[in-house]
């Protein structure tokens, strides 16, 4: 069993729906969850990050924590052009300081 | 500007060449990591620097990869006989301090002949 499963996409949207999108993972040690957008050609960017179970809200961004499941999720709302782009998610270990990294999603909002 | 700096943004040398890509942190970032991104193995760990203690090399994948941090800045990952299969993007990423979000460059996409 991979330590993270992501779905790789592509997911395709029209734009201003919601965008969802989520990660399993199966070490426990993994205490700091993380969501990165990166752009073709570009490194990946911070987006939200977190390490309490529950929401967490930062404009059209939502990260939903659940550690019991070991599930994450990023919700995005009113979606755009913009937002195209790979997500992915990211987990710190407690003992640690390596991220370990989901494949990606491919995101992609239509006009 | 105020983000990590990597150089060269695009390499391409010959196999057997020895390389070497350069990171420029956030000013102020005491933690600075290496990562590599390739199409079939999304983004590994390669190594991390904090301070001034011993680097956490447990993710450089052979004996050819190495990296330096001098001054607690800038940093130097160097690849000697570079093989195909080091073809990827590296990035760089720093963080304020451990456990913080890490921040990252654009990267340097390495090609291999």
């Known amino acids: 069993q991979k330590e993270v499963e992501q779905d790789p996409g592509p997911l395709s949207v029209p734009e201003g729906a919601i965008v969802s999108l989520n990660c399993t993972y199966s070490?426990?040690?993994?205490?700091?969850f993380m969501w990165y957008r990166q752009y073709s050609r570009k490194g990946p960017e911070l987006l939200m990050y977190?390490?309490?179970?529950g929401n967490k809200e930062d404009g059209r961004f939502t990260a939903q924590v659940d550690k019991s499941s070991k599930y994450i999720s990023l919700f995005i709302r009113d979606s755009q052009p913009s937002d195209s782009a790979t997500y992915l998610c990211a987990w710190l270990e407690a003992a640690g300081n390596k991220l370990t990294f989901g494949g990606g999603t491919r995101v992609l909002v239509k006009p | 500007g105020a983000g990590v700096s990597q150089s060269p943004s695009n390499k391409v040398t010959e196999k057997g060449k020895d390389v070497e890509l350069r990171c420029d942190p956030i000013s102020g970032h005491t933690a600075l990591y290496w990562y590599r991104q390739s199409l079939g193995q999304g983004l590994e760990f390669l190594i991390y620097?904090?301070?001034?203690?011993?680097?956490?090399k447990s993710g450089l994948p052979s004996d050819r990869f190495s990296a330096e941090r001098t001054g607690g800045s800038v940093s130097t990952l160097t690849i000697q006989r570079t093989q195909q299969e080091d073809s990827a993007v590296y990035l760089c990423?720093?963080?304020?301090?451990?456990?913080?979000?890490?921040?990252f460059g654009d990267g340097t996409r390495l090609s291999i002949l």
């Open positions: 620097f904090q301070g001034n203690s011993a680097p956490d």
């Open positions: 977190t390490y309490s179970s």
């Open positions: 070490n426990s040690a993994f205490q700091y």
């Open positions: 990423a720093s963080s304020l301090a451990p456990y913080q979000p890490q921040h």
